[in-house]
């Protein structure tokens, strides 16, 4: 079945360094890649999301990356903040009859002012 | 606030007993999801709802069961409680069938503590 495998599981950036997490999905028919924002104690909230038509989406100080051919696709933090630190899951899902979103196990970020 | 609404907030029960978590989703959304996140772990999806029926499966188990109601909230059940369903559990809700069309909106989230 699908799987998405995230990485790394812990990150400690300086404030204002960049944050890369990466995954990877195992169905070829994924596409659409949602990134959430879970904080702690709180729910978790789409922060980007990317589609298998597009290589890469922006927006502020957040990016997506996907490539297709080696089923991998990464969020880039630049310019990080403490607010930014929280949980982020990757998912993947594959329209047409999967029904499913499957999420990858986090990443926790923590940045240090 | 995402408009999806969870109830109760918090539970605590003993192993055996049965529960029913209640779920709202935003007005006009017919999608129903259901996630189970344990301490530290990742989002397992159990089951999907749409429009009343049932429409996909994850690692829900045979104890769990859940429906979706004619005015489109959703109960999900646990019965013969262990330990282990110790768990955070969260509905999200979307417009569509097809999860890759639209953003999923979570709700806050049911904290089940089994004793």
């Known amino acids: 079945g699908e799987n998405v495998e995230q990485h790394p599981s812990t990150l400690s950036v300086q404030e204002g360094d960049s944050a890369v997490i990466k995954c990877t999905y195992s169905d070829s028919a994924s596409n659409y890649f949602p990134w959430y924002k879970q904080e702690l104690g709180k729910r978790p909230q789409l922060i980007i999301d990317i589609r298998s038509n597009v290589g890469e989406k922006k927006d502020q100080r957040i990016a997506v990356t996907l490539n297709k051919t080696a089923k991998h696709f990464s969020l880039h933090i630049t310019e990080t903040q403490p607010e930014d630190s929280a949980v982020y899951f990757c998912a993947a899902s594959a329209s047409g009859g999967y029904n499913k979103l499957i999420f990858g196990a986090g990443t926790r970020l923590a940045v240090h002012p | ?115």
């Open chain 2, 1 to 115: 606030d995402s408009g999806v609404t969870q109830t109760p907030k918090h539970l605590i029960t003993a192993t055996g007993q049965r529960v029913t978590l209640r779920c709202s989703p935003r007005s006009g959304d017919l999608s129903v999801y259901w996630y189970q996140q344990s301490l530290d772990q990742g989002l397992q999806f159990l089951i999907q709802y749409y429009n009343g029926e049932e429409r996909a499966k994850g690692n829900i188990l045979e104890r769990f069961s859940a429906q979706q109601f004619p005015d489109l909230h959703s109960e999900l059940n646990l019965s013969s409680l262990e330990l282990g369903d110790s768990a955070l559990y969260f509905c999200a809700s979307s417009a569509y069938l097809d999860p890759s069309y639209n953003e999923q909106f979570f709700g806050p989230g049911t904290r089940l503590t089994v004793l």
